[in-house]
Structures are given as C-alpha cells and as structure tokens.
C-alpha cells in the first residue's frame, strides 16, 4: 500500500489581511480581553486584521480577499464549535488557524495551537499551510468525531441547559440524567472500505478523524486524518456497568481486544435505528438518526508551524 503521506506539500501563506471569526454570544470577559489582545499583538505585527461573527460575512469576506490574494489566513477564536462554524463557511482552498478559548479544544491541540496571541502573531509569520482530512453528515462537514448512543444523549442534554459558564464539570449532570433515561437501541451501522460494505449492530458508535477524544479518551487510538479514512469504534451494550468496563478500556487502552468491541476502516458510514436516537458532531448536538458519514480527504486547510508540518510527513519544501 503507498503512503498516504507522500508528495504532501506544505504551503506558504500569501497576502497581509487575517480574519477572527468568533462568537460573540460563547463567551464574555476573559475570552473577549483574549481575542482583543490577539488583535492587537497581530496588528502590531503589520497585519490588517478584521472580526467577524457572521458565518455568511466570514463566507464572503473571505472568499473575496482570497481572490485578489490579499487574505493571509482566517482565525476561528473559540472551541471546537467555532472551528466547525468557520470550516462549514470557507471554502476549502482558505488556510485556517485555530485560536483554542473553548472547553476541550482537541483540533487544536492535534496541530499544536495555543491560545496566546504572541504565538499567533509567529505562526502567521513563518506557519505553512497543510490539507486535512475531514468528514461530512448528513451534508454538515465536522473535523473531529461523530458519535452515536449515550456521548450524544449527554451532549443533548448538556448543551440544552448550556450556559456561558460551560466547564467539563457541566457535563456532569446531564450524564446522571442519561444513565437514568438513555434509550438502549440497537443501531445498525453499515462501513465501506475498499468497495465491500459491512453491516454491524451496536448500541454505541464513534467516528474518528483524529485519535483524541474528550477528557484524553482514545476510542480510535489509530485515527489519522491524513488516511482518507474514518475510524470506527462500535461498542455492542449500554449497560451503566458495561459503560464503565468500556471507559475503562479504552482510558486502559485495552478495548481493542475484546470480543464486543468492534474496530473498523471506511470511506463511508451509516447509523440507523428504528428508535429516535440522536447524534453529535464535534461536541455539539448534530440531530437524529439516521445519518450518513462520508469522509472528504484533504478538506481541512490548516495552518501549522514548518516543525509540525515535518514531523506529520509534510515535505519539507514548499509547493511553488
């Protein structure tokens, strides 16, 4: 089998403008005195810098600027769910930068950002841009993970009482009412690979485009978004002690071994069920069942430092 990796480029970034796309309304005080500091620290780095909270202006702005090759990169300032509004609104060829204020902030810390803004200010400065693998649902593109079962139950009901005030602690709850409540429906994923589909029952099921997961849980410790492949974990049962033997193996690292966990490669995914049972996507409540999941290879534009880019088998030369 080739290398996925090979005749990969790592590219320069062009042009002087950056935008932030942010979310006024995902947090106050301290995460607005960041941002405002990555503003000025990138002005004071002779950059043209410009906010925008609109996913449809983020789309336009940036779509423009790209064009007559002044727009140097787009910053999403916020978690995970900032990451996935920006990619959802930019078209794929836009180089993007991560500026982690969220809760869990896995993208980021897969390529390395940091919420500090002389960091940014150097990333911007001597940073490539690379091309990611992400996925689609249910035509929604996510950059992280889907998952299907209890996870999404919780995150339903967190993100329902969702406050400005959210810490992994707010899951908490939430995760007692679903213990209590949580349909335990038998779903039917169906995976293609290589051109051969098949069909697996389970009561819990994660898609992963990276290996990290919330709280440092590795469902799919082999995810590599550079494959053009998804990772599949599907646990058979939802037992409360069934849950908390699987959490263990995978915090263990042992659940690949076992005989009701299942472990798959695919280019494509369905989760079925004949009950209602809802999903997520990247940590925020994507909807219901059913869902189709096809991964898009080189999708993510990404814009790392020349060290990480070499590390992940980017060449070590830039693309003319």
């Excluded at 002005?43 to 043209?48: D, E, M, N, Q």
């Excluded at 836009?94 to 982690?100: D, M, Q, R, S, T």
């Excluded at 091309?131 to 919780?154: K, P, T, W, Y």
């Excluded at 290996?211 to 053009?228: C, H, K, S, T, V």
């Amino acid at each position: 089998m080739s290398d996925p990796t090979a005749n990969r480029h790592a590219q320069p970034l062009r042009g002087d403008v950056i935008l932030v796309a942010y979310n006024p309304t995902a947090g106050k005080g301290d995460r607005q005195a960041k941002i405002d500091a990555l503003v000025q620290q990138l002005r004071g780095a002779s950059f043209t810098v410009e906010l925008c909270s609109e996913p449809q202006r983020l789309q336009e702005l940036a779509t423009t600027l790209f064009a007559k090759g002044s727009l140097r990169g787009v910053i999403a300032a916020g978690g995970d769910g900032t990451v996935a509004m920006a990619v959802n609104a930019l078209p794929h060829d836009i180089p993007l930068a991560l500026f982690p204020l969220g809760t869990e902030n896995l993208l980021a810390r897969y390529v390395g950002h940091t919420c500090n803004s002389e960091f940014m200010a150097t990333l911007f400065r001597e940073g490539r841009s690379v091309a990611l693998d992400a996925a689609s649902a249910n035509g929604r593109i996510f950059c992280l993970m889907a998952g299907c079962g209890f996870d999404a139950e919780v995150v339903r009901l967190t993100h329902a009482v969702r406050s400005s005030g959210f810490t992994r602690w707010s899951y908490l709850k939430p995760i007692l009412m679903a213990i209590r409540a949580y349909s335990r429906a038998e779903m039917l994923v169906t995976v293609e690979h290589n051109g051969r589909s098949e069909s697996l029952a389970c009561r819990w099921a994660f898609i992963s485009n990276i290996p990290r997961y919330a709280a440092g849980l590795r469902f799919n410790p082999q995810a590599n978004a550079q494959d053009g492949l998804l990772d599949v974990c599907l646990f058979q049962h939802c037992t409360v002690l069934a849950g908390l033997r699987y959490f263990a193996g995978v915090w263990l690292g042992w659940h690949a071994r076992w005989s009701d966990v299942t472990l798959r490669q695919a280019t494509a995914i369905r989760i079925e069920s004949s009950a209602t049972l809802p999903y997520q996507l990247d940590g925020d409540p994507g909807g219901e069942l059913p869902l189709e999941i096809r991964c898009l290879p080189e999708r993510l534009n990404l814009i790392v430092m020349p060290a990480w880019a070499q590390k992940h088998g980017f060449l070590g030369r830039d693309s003319s």
